[in-house]
């Protein structure tokens, strides 16, 4: 019987060697399994703490990870969800004090926190507080941190690099399902072996695809660098005593001994790797993740199909999987002999800042392009999502100074995708059933804020059926742009759609704040019990109707109506 015969679909997380099928979201589940199975073999007694909370690029992240669990009954993997991303954060944080308590039965807890980029911003005091705090010699923590670039589920097009420099989180961004398991062992060893919480940033596209790994070469070996700082071996332990003077020194200890270890773990193994490196080459392409894997598409597209013949036009690559922050000596070697480098990479140019930083002064300076031409036009969007097709053109211009004649003009993305015309439009719409189809029914004139969730389709529907919507806010701030509103305008009243995901989420607080600023706002609040619009997990933290309704009224909602379609269910409690 082949390898492929005996295939059962939950070899992806029972397996140890052989070949498996994953998609990104799986081998993020996979991630403490395999780590955890590799601690086992070197003899040390592991747990594993996953919180956070999901949503798209993550959706389905929490069921993946309790079904892993659940298929490895012998490993110590606790999965926690929580109300919302900060109290994730805060408790990943925990896992990490853990280790250094006395009665604390393992070598250390290997901490996972999961969210999407909005996520991201709403934990980021929790997080600061957890990256301050450290992580333990032989656990680790890890911001998993789901990016939408092209705001296919999201209120906004996120990148969340920038929000992670400024965490101090070093970044490594997988660009398939294989990288994902890699750089997701490699996110541990560093957070373990610095004391530095590490991010695995994953976009869209990988979080969806998927693909076939070999597990082989698939778990990471870390090697250990010198980790000497002023003349003794560093071992950070987790210290959550954050009031001066310790939060100055551990200020001090993440941006000096922390920093500068991550640096040596970055060379020791490599994670940088230059991965076309012909001598006479004339022009260097950095890139990382997702966009790296598109740059390679983007070359075979113009006509480089191989490694070989990209080195036989003068190109040189690098790759980033550790984007930020890299080390300046690496930059300074991959430009020798350059003419020209060009940092491909979707949205902010922090890595051609830091690329332009790392050679300012060097006595060889090519000249560094990222975002614009010379002359200032638009070289590489930093907008929506950056694949192949949207860098074709800047990448021809470019290349064709000197290789013409080796390159394939552009196709329009038209021709590419050879899209059909329709002839019928279709917008989304509720489902046949759904409360949102009477809920979303108002009077004339009325002031409508949307609501985060499947609620936010009547931003696509006729005004005359749904009223005038004023927009949607971030989830948890439903209602609380009328405060804003309501002194400056005619109307008097507003109307807040709030799905109850995102009432036990974050938004029951704007009740309170809506009270104590004495605005008119009636909330619709819909209660189905499942979080639809991220993958129909249970909502967290949930109270009755009858339970609501009484913490409103103790709250001073000066109205409560229940409208239900089993009015008996509700009579008592009335
Ligand atoms: S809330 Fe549920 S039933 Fe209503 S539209 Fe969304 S997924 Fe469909």
């Known amino acids: 019987m082949s390898d492929l015969d005996s295939y059962q679909i939950n070899d992806r997380y029972t397996r140890d060697e052989g070949r498996v099928f994953v998609t990104g979201v799986q081998a993020l589940a996979r991630i403490p399994l395999q780590q955890l199975r590799a601690d086992r073999s070197q003899g040390r007694n592991t747990a594993a703490f996953l919180s956070g909370y999901p949503g798209s690029p993550l959706a389905g992240l929490n069921f993946e990870i309790d079904k892993a669990r659940s298929l490895a009954p012998e490993l110590p993997i606790v999965h926690r969800p929580v109300l919302n991303e900060e109290h994730g954060a805060t408790a990943v944080m925990g896992s990490q004090l853990a280790a250094g308590q006395p009665d604390c039965a393992y070598d250390g807890i290997v901490g996972l926190w999961y969210g999407k980029a909005p996520g991201l911003d709403r934990a980021g005091d929790a997080l600061r507080h957890a990256v301050f705090t450290g992580t333990s010699r032989h656990g680790g923590a890890v911001a998993i941190v789901g990016d939408d670039p092209a705001a296919k589920s999201s209120t906004l097009p996120s990148s969340s690099d920038a929000t992670l420099v400024d965490l101090h989180m070093p970044i490594l961004y997988p660009g398939d399902v294989k990288e994902v398991l890699t750089l997701g062992m490699h996110a541990v060893a560093l957070s373990r072996i610095t004391g530095a919480w590490t991010a695995l940033k994953v976009v869209a ?115 980033l999987q550790l984007p930020i922050p890299f080390d300046p000596q690496n930059i300074r070697n991959f430009a020798n002999g350059l003419e020209e480098i060009i940092v491909v990479e979707e949205k902010n140019p922090t890595a051609e800042w830091l690329v332009k930083d790392a050679l300012y ?214």
């Open 205 to 319: 596209a990988v979080a969806d695809g998927s693909g076939t790994v070999d597990l082989s070469s698939s778990v990471v070996l870390p090697k250990v660098p010198d980790l000497t700082i002023d003349g003794v071996p560093y071992l950070h332990q987790p210290d959550a005593k954050l009031l001066p003077p310790n939060n100055l020194h551990l200020e001090r200890d993440l941006r000096t001994s922390r920093a500068e270890l991550v640096r040596r773990y970055v060379v020791a193994n490599e994670l940088n790797p230059t991965t076309v490196n012909p001598p006479d080459a004339w022009i260097g392409i950095i890139s990382s993740g997702f966009t790296y894997h598109e740059l390679i598409h983007a070359l075979n597209a113009l006509g480089l199909k191989s490694q070989h013949e990209i080195a036989s036009a003068g190109i040189r690559l690098l790759h």
């Open 361 to 574: 002064g060097n006595s060889h300076q090519p000249r560094v392009l990222g975002k614009n031409h010379p002359d200032g036009r638009i070289l590489m969007p930093s907008h929506g999502i950056l694949d192949a097709n949207t860098m074709l053109e800047g990448l021809h211009e470019r290349l064709s100074q000197k290789i013409p004649d080796k390159l394939r003009p552009p196709q329009k993305p038209e021709e590419i995708k050879n899209l059909l015309p329709l002839k019928v439009q279709r917008s989304p719409y509720f489902c046949s059933g759904c409360p949102h189809n009477i809920s979303t029914k108002v009077p004339d004139d009325s002031l409508i804020g949307a609501g985060i969730g499947c609620h936010t389709m009547v931003l696509l529907m006729d005004d005359d059926r749904v009223g005038d919507i004023a927009g949607v806010t971030a989830m948890g701030n439903e209602g609380m742009q009328w405060i804003g509103m309501e002194p400056f305008v005619d109307r008097k009243h507003f109307i807040q759609n709030i799905g109850d995901g995102t009432y036990f989420h974050s938004g029951q607080l704007t009740i309170p704040s809506a009270v104590s600023a004495g605005s008119n706002i009636t909330f619709k609040l819909l209660y189905n019990g499942t979080i639809a619009m991220t993958g129909g997990q249970d909502p967290k933290g949930v109270l009755s109707v009858p339970d609501v309704a009484k913490v409103m009224i103790a709250q001073g909602v000066a109205k409560i109506i229940v409208t239900t379609e089993e009015p008996a269910l509700y009579k008592e409690a009335s």
